[in-house]
């Protein structure tokens, strides 16, 4: 950002280039609301870096579509499953509150934790989808997609800033690094996520160009 | 088959349904006891898995006995093959081969009462009628329940060639019937293998060799010794060397690692801490034996996957083989064929998985042995629990559970040798459980078979020359007598095999299960190419067959095998124009005595073939309890799509892929058509079977439909593996 | 030791914190109706009931249903005249009958929460439960008249 000096007397040509430099930084805002993403909270000025944000990102991207991420953010009503992120066995439903439904909600067969053995099911106290009006589906987004949909109050599940960059500790979020027998973690660690996240998020929330 | 000195039948488990009734039960034969009372206790002689012959057997009996239906009890009989004849479930073979003694027994006990009933009057036995458990005579306005006169009956000696009823007056067969468990089932009473309970019980489980070809080398039970309620792991030799086999005695791994304990939570986790090796078994050899003295099989040692053995397959389909049948000069009519058709189908080795795994209890003693369970015959069992215990087979007593599903499976008795070995070395009563994965990676399966079909076409688009030639692995499924055969002027049936080391055994129809498939895939193909509708080709096959059949033996009624296909052309509506949304595939078989056809309507829903209707028709002859028999027929068809879409066991090395439902699919709810119409032929025949006949021709009309709906023919099962559409589960 | 209350009754079972439901039910407390299909919550056979939600309890550890309310298929009915059983009855549903409770106990759900449910309804909820002798057909149409039996003042839990 162009820093500028006041003048004691504002002689037509230096209003002229005030009203210049003005409207090239009302542009160059309205640009970045374009390309970047509409940050809530305030973010310091120092530190943005577009580059930098969108490589975390990309990092991050890696981590969301991977299978133990993704599953659970499927485009459809039906949760994915297995490395190969096939539609889940015998096809239980999302439901209103991601819970599913009937005798096939998540919590009657995921338990609280993984069990031992071999083709059991993962577990976790909260199994569950986003909900039916909060999808927050991760199957199918471009890197584009998915950064502005995950900056977004609307999209994202109510998050703030703040709330965002806490939620890579969620305990779900985590369990995806202990997915029990037979099931690959993501392809970062838990730790070289977060930084990623972070990292994107410190850095401005920039969303990759859209292709 | 019908005695006076034979006791109280045997329970297996809980209570039976005559509970709270006297147990002054009066024996008339074998099948009957009445209580004075005039409760009647009919005893059902075969096994049941869910074919139903727990109802439609005593049906049998209760109508020629005259029985009232409502006041009749049912119980399993006991393993008494000279009371209750053979007593083996397969081949839908129940119903077959007990009509006529059925109804012999229910006749004679009937005229044994009416003997009675026309001593205690003194009146002439013509005198004498029956209706719904009572007797009558008429003039003098006497009457008396069967319970009265059943001390008596039993006294009178059994009459022989007594009349049966006229078929067209049957009160109780050929009406529904409602399960005579049903509510037992409803309200979980024990009544599975699995269910039965014995004091002082414990659990074993064998450790199997993770793959075919493999044998235990050594293992370390220390950790295992050291876990709750476990009291011994050892290894225990199921045949000796040299040990003569029968046709049922089919075992895949002979040295058992065993793991005993006192519940079968601490036996599955114990089981667990095992440290084990294992090595190539190499070579092995199997003793059979046979009509004509034993022989040995040799057994290949390889460690066999699926991508070579369908490799090995394609090497043998194109080497001479043994020729099964031939009529006229098939060779010359294809050299000279204006057209000829080839296609080649193939399917997988297939999992019963019945929904009660393998199960069996046995408390063997010095003395004698008492075995529990699910099992499809239990006297193929006897002379080799006999050789094995050493013990005369009087000694040794076998109750038959309900079974949770038998699909052929339970008609090999490994796992009562296995149990009864067990329990001999303990000490001790044993119920040995295979789990889900011992029960679906042990073998015994439906075997590994290809096909490839040729057509000879003149220039008229006359079928002038046919040949099939099938493989498989270990054995071909090729039926060289059945349709086509027959209807053809030059046709040549071959088949051979490569032997394995993945043992197999019946499934579901056997050899039928496939051929059907191939063959009726293959006509629809032939029927297309010539111009014209499938029903009407095989209507033209079977005209021809009828008028100037070819060569001997031709293995199938060629009216009744007609008239299933005339009848399900009509019932389905074959060409009405408010059909064509559908995608239509249609096709028929004969086996097992009994004929199917079946019209298979598919659309396409959430971008994934679906089969939402299905017209069945059946021709069985007499059925004795119709809505029983549509179930039958319902779930041969949901058992078909499901097999054809999804079934399938693949093996890398030896080790079988999948172990458990997440791998081997299954058809599920959301899958299984909105409605399924069923129409049974209506004549007098005496019935012929119906477990299996419905099954084989649904996987080729689902074949023959998804040629219609995502306009590409499958050639090999399962579908999912040809179609991305069915995949994705 | 471990208290569980199934099906109304107070039982102190001393067994691994870490053993199936489905094998304390059926090994311990005799309760035999609940079957083993698989061990993996994939068949659906072992479907119980706990404080009104379905349960797989063969993954279900029994520490989880320490102190909950548990209920069985033996326990679904006083008189065995639950508005499903009596369906399933009426409508000869069985063939080998091994995977029935657990589809009673699943379709219960279904109609507890919802009295009249659709084909797809049904789908959705009874998608867990595998029939292997292919009576699905008979389970959604005893399903529908379970429903109705129940509007028309069937008793059920």
Wanted: contains cysteine; charged residues 25%.
């Amino acid at each position: 950002m162009k820093t500028y000096t006041k003048r004691n007397l504002l002689p037509k040509k230096s209003i002229t280039v005030f009203a210049i430099i003005i409207m090239v930084i009302a542009f160059m805002s309205f640009g970045l609301k374009n390309k970047s993403t509409i940050i809530t909270a305030r973010v310091e000025n120092i530190g943005k870096d577009s580059i930098e944000s969108v490589a975390a990102f990309m990092e991050v991207y890696k981590v969301l579509l991977s299978p133990r991420c993704m599953n659970c953010h499927p485009s459809g009503d039906v949760p994915l499953q297995g490395d190969d992120s096939q539609l889940h066995n015998s096809l239980p439903k999302r439901g209103k509150d991601g819970k599913g439904i009937y005798a096939m909600k998540c919590s009657n067969c995921h338990q609280s934790t993984n069990l031992e053995g071999l083709h059991k099911p993962p577990g976790h106290p909260n199994w569950h989808l986003p909900p039916a009006n909060m999808k927050m589906v991760f199957q199918g987004r471009t890197p584009s997609q998915l950064a502005k949909q995950l900056v977004n109050p609307k999209t994202n599940g109510n998050k703030s800033l703040q709330q965002l960059i806490k939620h890579a500790d969620d305990g779900l979020v985590k369990a995806g690094w202990n997915p029990g027998e037979g099931r690959t973690v993501p392809p970062l660690s838990h730790e070289a996520f977060k930084k990623a996240w972070i990292t994107w998020i410190e850095k401005g929330a920039y969303a990759p160009k859209s292709k | 088959m019908i005695s006076f000195t034979w006791l109280s039948a045997f329970r297996p488990g809980d209570k039976t349904i005559d509970n709270g009734l006297t147990e002054q039960w009066i024996e008339i034969n074998g099948y009957i006891k009445i209580t004075p009372e005039n409760i009647i206790k009919i005893l059902n002689p075969n096994p049941e898995f869910g074919q139903n012959v727990m109802t439609s057997l005593p049906m049998i009996i209760a109508e020629e006995l005259d029985a009232d239906w409502q006041k009749v009890v049912v119980e399993m009989g006991p393993h008494d093959s000279v009371k209750l004849g053979p007593q083996f479930a397969g081949g839908s073979n129940s119903v077959r081969m007990y009509w006529k003694p059925l109804r012999e027994a229910g006749a004679a006990a009937r005229q044994m009462l009416m003997e009675a009933a026309a001593q205690a009057w003194t009146v002439p036995i013509e005198e004498v009628t029956t209706k719904d458990g009572k007797l009558y005579h008429e003039k003098t306005g006497k009457s008396g329940t069967y319970g009265s006169f059943a001390s008596k009956a039993a006294s009178i000696p059994v009459p022989k060639g007594v009349k049966l009823k006229d078929v067209k007056n049957f009160n109780v067969v050929r009406n529904s019937k409602k399960n005579v468990e049903g509510l037992k089932i409803v309200s979980g009473k024990p009544l599975f293998g699995l269910d039965y309970k014995h004091e002082g019980m414990l659990i074993a489980m064998i450790e199997h060799p993770p793959g075919f070809g493999m044998k235990l080398k050594s293992f370390d039970a220390s950790e295992t010794l050291k876990m709750p309620g476990i009291k011994d792991v050892f290894v225990q030799k199921l045949y000796e060397e040299g040990f003569e086999q029968g046709g049922f005695d089919t075992r895949t791994f002979n040295d058992l690692l065993v793991v005993v304990g006192n519940t079968t939570w601490q036996v599955m986790t114990a089981r667990k801490k095992l440290k084990l090796a294992w090595e190539p078994a190499g070579e092995t050899k199997n003793t059979m034996s046979g009509r004509d003295g034993k022989r040995e099989v040799i057994v290949p040692g390889e460690l066999e996957s699926t991508d070579a053995q369908l490799k090995k397959m394609q090497e043998y389909a194109k080497k001479p083989a043994q020729q099964l049948r031939k009529d006229g000069d098939p060779e010359t009519a294809f050299k000279n064929a204006a057209q000829v058709i080839e296609r080649t189908y193939n399917a997988p080795f297939l999992a019963h998985n019945c929904m009660e795994p393998m199960n069996f209890f046995a408390h063997v003693t010095d003395e004698k042995a008492m075995l529990v369970g699910p099992l499809q015959a239990p006297g193929w069992t006897k002379p080799t629990l006999s050789k094995l215990l050493n013990m005369p087979a009087d000694k040794i007593e076998i109750q038959m559970t309900r079974m949770g599903g038998g699909f052929g499976l339970r008609a090999y008795g490994h796992y009562l040798f296995e149990a009864a070995l067990i329990s001999k070395k303990v000490k001790a009563p044993v119920k040995l459980v295979y789990t889900r994965e011992d029960d679906m990676t042990y073998g015994i399966y439906r075997p590994m078979y290809t096909a490839t079909y040729r057509a000879a076409l003149d220039a008229n688009k006359n079928l002038i020359a046919f040949h099939v030639k099938g493989g498989g692995i270990p054995e071909h499924a090729i039926h060289a007598n059945r349709f086509p055969a027959g209807a053809v002027d030059n046709y040549l049936a071959e088949g051979w095999q490569i032997p394995s080391n993945i043992t197999i055994g019946a499934f579901r129809a056997p050899g039928s299960n496939f051929n059907a498939a191939a063959e009726q895939s293959f006509l629809d193909e032939l029927a297309e190419a010539m111009g014209k509708d499938p029903i009407d080709f095989r209507l033209e096959l079977l005209q021809r067959a009828k008028e100037n059949p070819i060569g001997k033996n031709n293995d199938y009624n060629v009216d009744r095998y007609a008239g299933v296909l005339k009848l399900v052309k009509e019932k389905s509506g074959w060409n009405k124009p408010e059909n064509k949304k559908y995608s239509r595939g249609v096709a028929a078989y004969f086996c097992h005595n009994s004929y199917a056809a079946h019209v298979v309507d598919m659309i396409m829903k959430d971008g994934q073939p679906y089969v939402e209707r299905v017209f069945s028709v059946i021709d069985c002859g007499i059925v004795i309890n119709p809505d029983a028999a549509a179930n039958m027929v319902e779930g041969a068809v949901v058992d078909g799509i499901g097999n054809a879409f999804y079934g399938g066991l693949t093996h890398k090395d030896g080790v079988v892929e999948q172990n458990n439902f997440n791998r081997y699919r299954m058809i599920r709810m959301y899958e299984a058509p909105k409605k399924i119409d069923v129409h049974f032929v209506q004549n007098d025949i005496d019935p012929t079977g119906l477990g299996e006949p419905p099954f084989p021709p649904v996987f080729a009309a689902v074949a023959n439909a998804l040629y219609k709906t995502v306009g590409k023919r499958v050639y090999a099962q399962p579908f999912m593996s040809q179609l991305t559409a069915l995949r994705g589960f | 030791m471990i208290t569980l209350n199934v099906n109304k009754k107070i039982y102190n079972v001393d067994v691994d914190p870490d053993t199936p439901l489905l094998w304390v039910i059926r090994d311990t407390l005799g309760l035999v109706g609940t079957k083993y299909g698989c061990g993996v919550a994939q068949c659906g056979a072992c479907v119980v009931h706990m404080n009104g939600e379905a349960v797989f309890s063969c993954v279900t550890k029994v520490s989880t249903a320490a102190g909950q309310k548990v209920v069985t298929i033996e326990g679904l009915s006083e008189k065995n005249d639950h508005p499903l059983q009596k369906a399933w009855l009426e409508l000869d549903v069985p063939q080998c009958g091994y995977c029935q409770a657990g589809q009673i106990m699943s379709a219960a759900i279904l109609l507890k929460e919802n009295k009249a449910p659709t084909d797809e309804d049904i789908d959705a909820a009874m998608s867990g439960n595998l029939c292997r002798c292919g009576t699905y057909l008979r389970i959604r149409k005893a399903i529908h008249l379970a429903a109705e039996i129940q509007r028309k003042g069937g008793k059920s839990q």
